[in-house]
């Protein structure tokens, strides 16, 4: 019997989403939780033509991901907490010269070394991070092994459409897990599409250069250029999915794994008479804004589910709620939030026993 | 619909038992997934993966009620027997788990897994005994169409033999109410 | 009768200090290129130091990313452009300090690029301070005021060396102080490129270079300094040519 499903990982639906995506050149070093991604590049990557290497380090392998998207080619890295810390200097250098690139990031708990288990405290580093400077990276939150592969292949339009790093926000639970994935189509990439690429052109021709782009640019050029490119990434690319939220008491708001649990919560609360709604981002960076405008008068506050030990998308709600409702955090930290731990916290909410939480 | 935990030694093939599970459940047109206890998580005795089976959108796939545990040694049936829902299904391997008593609200069921597995020549079986004795005591799919799935499964990754179905049916029909 | 000329990727003049050795190496790599007729199809890789300037002087297409990590990015690129003439031009700082790590698996790969390390003992673009792998015992550096004292800041390392111990297809070193050298140096420089060409896997060549401004010494004496001084420490020649490997 064929079936139009694949069961697989998350993490090698982003791999495999990634090649069918066109996606020709992947560098990164081995870190738990996404160390498949690496696994199953090193596998199939040579298959499709395209080039593996297992760097020294992050950054090397960063490095050579830059000389390759300067050349037109697709490309990928993938690293985690820690590992992703090293990536942030070549992602500001990709961001400066305009190269596009697609990274990918499997949360785990913890500072420092951290723990390998799923966590979801890398919201700020994505949301506001990507090295020193003024720029964004466009940031998808995948919370099923379908959407794995779905915003990963996307992410390499979203990539070169605005010349942009685009960051997979995975986690050590969505990476992990096996679920049924329908593939999107191979698609082959044509790396000479580019009119800012390197290919190594003739004498006459006009010379390529792959660095700061204020350089060529001017400053007060590219100033406007950037201004204007992260204006327009944030109009058009809200992502988000809406839940219940009809005559909703009290909203959900989470990304990721966590919002697995949300939409179970939200299910069983209403079937025991409890009004709860979800608010799912798709897109983290830029916030879905827009999602918050549409909410019911019902709504008496919103609640951000969270696996992290202080509210970090919460100060990203309060600004889409313009701090109109009060703000609750319910945050679990190390452990994966639970359908009954969510709605118990719902109930003393609207118990009143619970403060608003001040977002720090 | 059934939250299931299948949780065992590391080596005992618990991960592959719920691989197959979703497999086979995924081919009959269930929604399935899968969740691994891994690394740190595994230090101390129990490998585990959570499997959520359902005809609707699975929400949680890490489950913290349970409908169905397999149990193939003794720190397992002890981490897990309290995440039990009424009437639930528990499996345990006696050859590893010898309990005085069991609670009321479940029923429980056992197979002598690894020594059926290791009688039978196919001693990295006994996932597969424990899975047969789940499969009919749930009732969760239908046995024979199970164990051509099970089949199935091992033919895709070219290494199946006859004993692995020998040892489902070995589970299928030797286990004993407890 | 043969006619000195300029080669023709020379379009620009480079910003680098009087009696700089950049210029010259920049010169004997435009050379090189021209002459295995390789100037249709060269991606240069510069590092965001004094090799930096290159990029507008030469009529080839560049990349500079990360302070040190030209290595690795001439490999990303040479990954993906097999067949474009794929140069690394950067300076001892980048190659040998922070981004001692990006050289040596290129090394280990033996990604098939040509990359030229300019050895002039100093950090050039920030003023002048001391280079842990290359700046001479006792020479006084503006990070090293009293003079390099190997107690605490440790001995100048021949990195060639150290480079000789992976499979590559050449290293070698070379000088600018006289006209012998500077003909030698762009014999190594050639080979380097004609390795590439060839696929034999990579090349790496060290020009001993002088830094007037920086060792605040006239054009003449830093040259003295190197005959007498730098070369003493770092010898010239080959260190390792594998030869041919098909």
Same mark, same amino acid.
């Given at each position: 019997?064929?079936?139009?499903?694949?069961?697989?990982?998350?993490?090698?639906?982003?791999?495999?989403?990634?090649?069918?995506?066109?996606?020709?050149?992947?560098?990164?070093?081995?870190?738990?939780?996404?160390?498949?991604?690496?696994?199953?590049?090193?596998?199939?990557?040579?298959?499709?033509?395209?080039?593996?290497?297992?760097?020294?380090?992050?950054?090397?392998?960063?490095?050579? @991901?830059?000389?390759?998207?300067?050349?037109?080619?697709?490309?990928? !890295?993938?690293?985690?907490?820690?590992?992703?810390?090293?990536?942030?200097?070549?992602?500001?250098?990709?961001?400066?010269?305009?190269?596009?690139?697609?990274?990918?990031?499997?949360?785990?708990?913890?500072?420092?070394?951290?723990?390998?288990?799923?966590?979801?405290?890398?919201? /700020?580093?994505?949301?506001?991070?990507?090295?020193?400077?003024?720029?964004?990276?466009?940031? @998808?939150?995948?919370?099923?092994?379908?959407?794995?592969?779905?915003?990963?292949?996307?992410?390499?339009?979203?990539?070169?459409?605005?010349?942009?790093?685009?960051?997979?926000?995975?986690?050590?639970?969505?990476?992990?897990?096996?679920?049924?994935?329908?593939?999107?189509?191979?698609?082959?990439?044509?790396?000479?599409?580019?009119? /800012?690429?390197?290919?190594?052109?003739?004498?006459?021709?006009?010379?390529?250069?792959?660095?700061?782009? !204020?350089?060529?640019?001017?400053?007060?050029?590219?100033?406007?250029?950037?201004?204007?490119?992260?204006?327009?990434?944030?109009?058009?690319?809200?992502? /988000?999915?809406?839940?219940?939220?009809?005559?909703?008491?009290?909203?959900?708001?989470?990304?990721?794994?966590?919002?697995?649990?949300?939409?179970?919560?939200?299910?069983?609360?209403?079937?025991?008479?409890?009004?709860?709604?979800?608010?799912?981002?798709? !897109?983290? /960076?830029?916030?879905?804004?827009?999602?918050?405008?549409?909410?019911?008068?019902?709504?008496?506050g919103y609640v951000s589910v969270e696996m992290s030990i202080t509210t970090q998308m919460g100060e990203d709600i309060q600004l889409a709620t313009e701090f109109s409702k009060p703000l609750y955090a319910y945050l679990t930290s190390k452990e994966i939030p639970t359908v009954e731990g969510i709605i118990a916290y719902c109930q003393e909410i609207l118990a009143g026993n619970i403060k608003p939480t001040e977002v720090l | 619909m059934a939250d299931i935990i299948m949780a065992g030694f590391g080596g005992q093939g618990v991960l592959t038992a719920g691989k197959i599970l979703i497999d086979v459940a995924a081919r009959e047109g269930k929604n399935v997934s899968w969740t691994s206890s891994y690394g740190a998580e595994m230090r101390g005795g129990t490998a585990s993966c959570s499997v959520v089976i359902s005809d609707e959108e699975i929400g949680s796939p890490y489950p913290t009620k349970l409908d169905i545990l397999l149990a193939m040694n003794e720190p397992s049936y002890d981490k897990f027997i309290g995440s039990m829902r009424d009437g639930g299904l528990v499996i345990v391997n006696t050859s590893l788990v010898a309990k005085s008593g069991y609670p009321d609200n479940v029923r429980v069921y056992g197979v002598d897994a690894t020594d059926m597995a290791n009688a039978a020549g196919n001693g990295r079986a006994a996932n597969l005994v424990m899975l047969g004795a789940m499969i009919k005591a749930s009732g969760l799919l239908d046995v024979d169409r199970f164990g051509a799935g099970l089949d199935a499964y091992f033919d895709a990754k070219g290494k199946n033999t006859p004993k692995n179905a020998e040892c489902y049916r070995l589970g299928a029909t030797s286990l004993r109410e407890l | 009768m043969p006619v000195f000329r300029k080669p023709e990727s020379i379009i620009n003049t480079a910003g680098y200090c009087g009696g700089c050795g950049h210029g010259v190496i920049q010169r004997l790599i435009a050379e090189s290129i021209e002459e295995l007729g390789l100037q249709d199809h060269v991606i240069g890789c510069v590092d965001i130091a004094c090799s930096f300037w290159s990029q507008d002087a030469l009529n080839f297409e560049f990349i500079a990313g990360p302070h040190g990590r030209c290595a690795a990015v001439a490999t990303g690129i040479k990954k993906v452009r097999p067949d474009a003439t794929v140069y690394v031009h950067a300076g001892d700082g980048c190659s040998y300090v922070i981004g001692l790590s990006e050289t040596i698996y290129a090394a280990i790969r033996d990604v098939p690029i040509t990359m030229v390390v300019v050895n002039n003992g100093i950090f050039g673009m920030t003023g002048g301070q001391l280079n842990l792998a290359t700046t001479l015992i006792g020479d006084k550096t503006l990070s090293s005021k009293a003079g390099r004292d190997p107690k605490t800041m440790g001995h100048p390392v021949d990195m060639l060396k150290t480079i000789a111990n992976c499979d590559v297809a050449f290293a070698a070193r070379g000088a600018l102080y006289d006209v012998k050298h500077i003909d030698e140096t762009k014999r190594y420089i050639k080979k380097g490129f004609q390795n590439q060409v060839e696929n034999r896997g990579f090349s790496i060549i060290e020009v001993l270079s002088p830094c007037p401004t920086n060792w605040k010494l006239s054009p003449v004496d830093a040259m003295a300094k190197i005959k007498n001084e730098t070369e003493k420490v770092f010898p010239v020649g080959v260190y390792v040519d594998r030869g041919g490997k098909d």
């Open positions: 019997m064929s079936v139009d499903y694949v069961l697989m990982k998350g993490n090698e639906a982003i791999a495999e989403a990634a090649l069918r995506a066109g996606c020709r050149f992947y560098a990164g070093y081995p870190i738990t939780p996404q160390s498949e991604i690496l696994e199953y590049m090193s596998v199939h990557m040579a298959k499709r033509g395209g080039v593996f290497i297992q760097g020294e380090n992050e950054i090397a392998s960063m490095s050579m @991901l830059f000389g390759a998207a300067a050349c037109g080619a697709r490309c990928m !890295s993938s690293s985690s907490g820690p590992g992703f810390d090293l990536k942030q200097e070549e992602i500001s250098y990709l961001s400066a010269a305009g190269l596009p690139a697609v990274l990918v990031n499997a949360m785990r708990y913890g500072l420092g070394d951290g723990e390998i288990t799923a966590g979801q405290d890398s919201y /700020w580093v994505s949301t506001r991070g990507g090295g020193h400077g003024d720029k964004r990276l466009l940031v @998808l939150a995948p919370a099923s092994v379908q959407e794995c592969a779905d915003l990963t292949y996307l992410a390499f339009d979203l990539a070169e459409k605005y010349r942009n790093v685009v960051e997979i926000l995975s986690d050590g639970a969505i990476c992990q897990m096996i679920e049924k994935c329908v593939l999107p189509e191979p698609r082959e990439h044509d790396m000479n599409k580019f009119d /800012w690429a390197l290919t190594g052109k003739p004498r006459e021709a006009r010379k390529n250069k792959a660095y700061n782009l !204020s350089y060529y640019m001017g400053y007060e050029a590219y100033d406007r250029y950037m201004r204007e490119k992260i204006e327009s990434m944030f109009e058009n690319e809200q992502r /988000w999915e809406e839940f219940m939220l009809e005559d909703a008491e009290l909203v959900l708001v989470a990304y990721g794994i966590s919002s697995r649990a949300c939409r179970s919560a939200v299910r069983q609360a209403r079937r025991d008479g409890m009004k709860l709604g979800l608010i799912r981002p798709i !897109s983290v /960076w830029p916030f879905p804004r827009r999602a918050f405008a549409g909410v019911p008068d019902s709504v008496r | - | -």
